[in-house]
């Protein structure tokens, strides 16, 4: 990495984390908006090791070990309200949950 | 000029994203997910956080992505998305660019063109804990910096685990 900087892998964090932006924005799948949504976290763990490393401190890649705990816990609870969901009104697709539309 | 792993590794990362937002399949949605963290974790790997690389394959790509794909098999949601109304496609892509260029206007203001890895900058010099390769210097923070921290998400993961049990338990429709 001797020639790479740290803008380098802030603008892959930052490319990354639009992606996931527009993705939760435009999709009606439930699952793939969450898919979106762990891209985000995904993203900002990049932009946080990439602090850390470039700084010499250890305390950014501390908080991805976290963050990538907090998204495990979260991914299980999130899966388990969509089951729920999906068993209650049969579909996942954010264009039929209009419920609070009508 | 970057490395040419650093760049095709983020090709790599970027097209699987692209993936991922893009397909109207479910199950290749999840596929680009998966070679999307495998590709962060490849970033990773780069920056020598070698513990951070295997735990995203081993948790993310592994654990969580299994679980996706289970979720998604379960729920037979296998049929494609209708095709994106235009005006939601302007607006996802308004999106996007609009993203991209902020981030790029803010690291062409910042001082991150030109950084290398280098020592402590002054002003965390307080900071006793220099970056390291291995996976004791986790080990060291966690027990002693981040104690309460990591009680916490002991904490929050059986909660999740209690919190999913009742969630499930409730099989019975409008009940």
Request: proline content about 4%; some cysteine; glycine content about 8%.
């Amino acid at each position: 990495m001797e020639h790479t900087t740290l803008a380098h892998h802030l603008l892959l964090a930052g490319l990354l984390f639009a992606a996931g932006l527009t993705g939760v924005i435009i999709r009606r799948n439930l699952l793939v908006v969450y898919m979106c949504l762990e891209l985000m976290l995904a993203a900002a763990t990049l932009a946080l090791v990439a602090f850390s490393r470039f700084n010499n401190t250890m305390d950014g890649a501390v908080l991805v070990f976290f963050v990538i705990t907090v998204a495990a816990a979260e991914v299980a609870v999130g899966l388990a309200l969509i089951v729920a969901l999906y068993r209650r009104t049969g579909t996942v697709s954010s264009d039929q949950l209009n419920t609070l539309c009508d | 000029m970057p490395d040419p792993l650093f760049v095709f590794f983020a090709a790599l990362t970027l097209g699987a994203a692209g993936l991922l937002v893009l397909s109207r399949n479910a199950v290749t949605s999840a596929m680009g997910m998966i070679l999307a963290l495998v590709g962060i974790a490849a970033e990773f790997f780069l920056l020598d956080a070698y513990f951070l690389g295997v735990l995203q394959i081993l948790v993310y790509a592994g654990a969580v992505m299994v679980l996706f794909l289970f979720i998604i098999m379960l729920l037979n949601t296998d049929k494609p998305e209708t095709k994106y109304p235009w005006m939601k496609a302007a607006g996802g892509l308004a999106v996007f660019l609009f993203l991209s260029a902020g981030v790029i206007a803010l690291i062409l203001h910042s001082g991150a063109l030109d950084k290398v890895a280098g020592p402590t900058p002054p002003e965390l010099s307080n900071n006793p804990a220099e970056f390291s390769t291995a996976a004791k210097a986790f080990g060291r923070l966690l027990y002693t910096k981040y104690m309460l921290p990591l009680q916490m998400a002991g904490l929050l993961l059986l909660l999740a685990l209690v919190g999913v049990v009742n969630l499930s338990k409730d099989a019975k429709p409008n009940a």
